[in-house]
T-cell receptor, first 111, second 112 residues
Framework: RKEVEQDPGPFNVPEGATVAFNCTYS??????FFWYRQDCRKEPKLLMS???SGNEDGRFTAQLNRASQYISLLIRDSKLSDSATYLC????????????FGTGTRLTVIP | DAGVTQSPTHLIKTRGQQVTLRCSPK?????VSWYQQALGQGPQFIFQ???????QRGNFPDRFSGHQFPNYSSELNVNALLLGDSALYLC???????????FGPGTRLLVL
């Protein structure tokens, strides 16, 4: 079983739409949670950390449900520049800070 | 303030050859992690170096080895290359035990 599972998509949405991505993780000892964004043929870049209380950064809102081992990302008022692959990432405390990535969800925002 | 840098950007090798990839961490960072990202997949953890030692290793064979230098830069070596080693190799740096890792642009390796 994979440590992190997410729907690969693709999600094709019109500009201005609201889109939500979900991800589940299998290890209950997971400690830290993140969403990374990866543009085509580029490296992943940290979008936001995810906390149990939920956190918001402009049009982006991330939520964590530890009981269900579920993480979500909501993007409001989608822009063309939001087109990218969104990677759900989990840090499991194994003695080192190695990150476990989902396969990513591809988003395309259409004019 | 320079971010994480990697070299080379692209590389083409043939099966059975050996390759060395290089990474310089972000200024002030002492920990380097290496990841392999196959096409259409998320990055997979190869190993992490701290204080010039391999601290943790993912599910990769011994053909994958590494090194960290006193200036915290790092190398990833892959021996006896297989076609399946074709991927984007990403280096990430961080401060010891810090949550956030910063990725370099990657080296795209093609094995023919």
């Amino acid at each position: 079983r994979k440590e992190v599972e997410q729907d690969p998509g693709p999600f094709n949405v019109p500009e201005g739409a609201t889109v939500a991505f979900n991800c589940t993780y299998s290890n209950s000892a997971s400690q830290s949670f993140f969403w990374y964004r990866q543009d085509c043929r580029k490296e992943p870049k940290l979008l936001m950390s995810v906390y149990s209380s939920g956190n918001e950064d402009g049009r982006f809102t991330a939520q964590l449900n530890r009981a269900s081992q579920y993480i979500s990302l909501l993007i409001r008022d989608s822009k063309l520049s939001d087109s990218a692959t969104y990677l759900c990432v989990v840090n499991i405390p194994t003695g080192a800070n190695n990150l476990f990535f989902g396969t990513g969800t591809r988003l395309t925002v259409i004019p | 303030d320079a971010g994480v840098t990697q070299s080379p950007t692209h590389l083409i090798k043939t099966r059975g050859q050996q390759v060395t990839l290089r990474c310089s961490p972000k200024s002030g960072h002492d920990t380097v992690s290496w990841y392999q990202q196959a096409l259409g997949q998320g990055p997979q953890f190869i190993f992490q170096y701290y204080e010039e030692e391999e601290r943790q290793r993912g599910n990769f064979p011994d053909r994958f080895s590494g090194h960290q230098f006193p200036n915290y830069s790092s190398e990833l070596n892959v021996n006896a290359l297989l076609l399946g080693d074709s991927a984007l190799y990403l280096c990430a740096s961080s401060l010891d035990h810090a949550e956030t890792q910063y990725f370099g642009p990657g080296t795209r390796l093609l094995v023919l």
